[in-house]
């Protein structure tokens, strides 16, 4: 697996590096995983690390704050370990085609009536149902997706204020 480390605020020692390593290294063997993406960010006293792994398509996205990031290692890895146990029947099943590229993400514009960010991303169609997996495996509110059983629009699921889903539909 290649795993690709990012610092913010903090320099990463080898040591450091190595543990990820060792750590992400059984998701290679639970999914056969080419790429992963490790941020860590120091904002004060405090450690925040992201870790990124696209498979088939999908993110799977784990994060962890604290005060000792092997910690924050062993915590991330737990969280991305259950995800995948609880989706993996579902990702097998589902028998997905070719592996997506990453979402590239491009500084945006500093005027103030223009968007701060923009990101880019390449849509697939799907079920809603998957969408909704999808949203949660990247544990964001909302998704963009290509609905396949709405006449191929594109849509977006939303997490309510109520723990319930919503879906944005255009009518054509």
Known sequence: MNITFKARNMEISNALKEYATKRLSKFDKLIKAE??????????????????????????????????????????????????????????????GEKLPIAETVPAYTEDDRPVKEKHFITKPMPVDEAIMQMNLLGHSFFVFIN?????????????NDGDYGLLAPEV
Do not use: C, F, W
Not at 50 to 68: A, F, K, M, Q
Not at 82 to 89: A, D, G, V
């Open 35 to 96: 790429d992963a993406v490790v941020s860590m960010t120091m904002v004060k006293d405090r450690y925040r690390l992201e870790v990124t792994i696209p498979y088939n398509g999908i993110t799977i996205r784990g994060e962890e704050e604290g005060y000792d990031l092997y910690t924050s290692v062993d915590n991330v890895t737990e969280k991305l370990e259950s995800q995948i146990h609880k989706y993996r029947t579902r990702l097998i099943k589902k028998g997905r």
């Open 148 to 160: 396949s059983e709405g006449g191929n629009t594109v849509n977006v699921i939303y997490r309510r």
